[in-house]
């Protein structure tokens, strides 16, 4: 059941992690200079903080559910308050017309060359490849980042 708790807690880490990185691109967007390094910081110090946090309950006898059911009281009350300042679909669809990111139409695929369209395809292996090992990447950190704190 433990191994069980910790994967799940990993995938819910994992897309949390994409969620934090998606939002903090489109804040890049409109905020005009580069920010995502202050989430990654800040991240990095609410993981301190956490764990400071989990040593003084565990100091004072608290056993893991009893941290984990306050620890998700005080996140759904967190998520409830904050959740409308996240940036929604509309507003990613807006930021990228009004930065001209997405204005020219695509290729069909009668209009690209046989030479491009070989191009592409290996471009496209290169990108799934890459996204494979980032993946794994991701994965191992995740599982040093859960398993670290046994």
């Known amino acids: 059941m433990f191994a069980v708790i910790l994967c799940c807690q990993g995938f819910v880490g994992y897309f949390q992690n994409l969620g934090i990185n998606a939002q903090s691109v489109l804040a890049e967007v409109v905020y005009e200079r580069p920010i995502v390094g202050a989430f990654h910081g800040v991240f990095s110090i609410g993981g301190v903080v956490g764990s400071l946090i989990a040593g003084a309950f565990a100091s004072m006898g608290w056993g893991l ?12 009350v967190v998520y409830l308050l904050f959740a409308k300042q996240l940036f929604s679909r509309e507003d990613e669809e807006f930021i990228n017309v009004y930065r001209n990111v997405s204005q020219s139409e695509p290729k069909t695929p009668q209009s690209i060359s046989p030479s491009a369209s070989k191009a592409l395809r290996a471009e496209k292996l290169t990108i799934i490849c890459l996204g494979i090992v980032g993946s794994l990447g991701l994965l191992a950190e995740q599982a040093v980042g859960d398993w670290g704190s046994i």
Do not use: F, I, N
């Open 65 to 76: 559910v009893e941290h984990w059911a306050l620890w998700a009281c005080v996140m759904t």
